[in-house]
Antibody, heavy 117, light 112 residues
Framework: DVQLVESGGNLVQPGGSLRLSCAASGFAFSTYWMSWVRQAPGKGLEWLANIKQSGSEKDYVDSVMGRFTISRDNAKNLVYLQMNSLRVEDTAVYYC??????????WGQGTPVAVSS | DIVMTQTPLSSPVTLGQPASISCRSSQSLVHSDGNTYLSWLQQRPGQPPRPLIYKISNRFSGVPDRFSGSGAGTDFTLKISRVEAEDVGVYYCMQATQIPYTFGQGTKLEIK
């Protein structure tokens, strides 16, 4: 079965950094684009970033461009989200999702990130 | 960025009755490859999003056939033919035709 398990969420102070991980299993990880999507408390979904199978191509939403970096390790079946210069408004549950044909067919359970002093 | 607007934002429905959610995009979702990348997701309380429909009208495996999607261009609809208790949650449309991918605000489906 396809599984996506996020980890790394934590309480961090404004200006701090955090690295999220998403462990994938049950499918040929290196053949899929992967993505990160977040959901602020009581709010809707916000797409953050995509990464191509090889890692050679990445896309970001403007609000995180230059602060967040998506990457992957195909040998370990992991996708990462490095988050720097965190702001209070980055507080959210962060989901990793498998990207298939311009949609998402599997989502993880999410990992919570709280940015507060 | 493409803005996705859903209506209504809240939909109280009687069990066994139909429900309909509209999603309108600020520009056409027809991709240069000719496909329209409009998806629908369901989020039950306390759960991650669950994919329901992709490319306007294609149901993912395991999605009951009471869920159907339709539309074209900038106007899309998700219909539930007969609402069941397990359908309670928030429904989102999402476009992946253009970066950044964007979601509608969500429509909360609740039972009357």
């Amino acid at each position: 079965d396809v599984q996506l398990v996020e980890s790394g969420g934590n309480l961090v102070q404004p200006g701090g950094s955090l690295r999220l991980s998403c462990a994938a299993s049950g499918f040929a990880f290196s053949t899929y684009w992967m993505s990160w999507v977040r959901q602020a408390p009581g709010k809707g979904l916000e797409w953050l970033a995509n990464i191509k199978q090889s890692g050679s191509e990445k896309d970001y939403v403007d609000s995180v461009m230059g602060r967040f970096t998506i990457s992957r390790d195909n040998a370990k079946n992991l996708v990462y989200l490095q988050m720097n210069s965190l702001r209070v408004e980055d507080t959210a549950v962060y989901y990793c999702a498998r990207h298939r044909g311009y949609t998402y067919d599997y989502w993880g359970q999410g990992t919570p990130v709280a940015v507060s002093s | 960025d493409i803005v996705m607007t859903q209506t209504p934002l809240s939909s109280p429905v009687t069990l066994g009755q139909p429900a309909s959610i509209s999603c309108r995009s600020s520009q056409s979702l027809v991709h240069s490859d000719g496909n329209t990348y409009l998806s629908w997701l369901q989020q039950r309380p306390g759960q991650p999003p669950r994919p329901l429909i992709y490319k306007i009208s294609n149901r993912f495996s395991g999605v009951p056939d009471r869920f159907s999607g339709s539309g074209a261009g900038t106007d899309f609809t998700l219909k539930i033919s007969r609402v069941e208790a397990e359908d309670v949650g928030v429904y989102y449309c999402m476009q992946a035709t253009q970066i950044p991918y964007t979601f509608g605000q969500g429509t909360k489906l609740e039972i009357k």
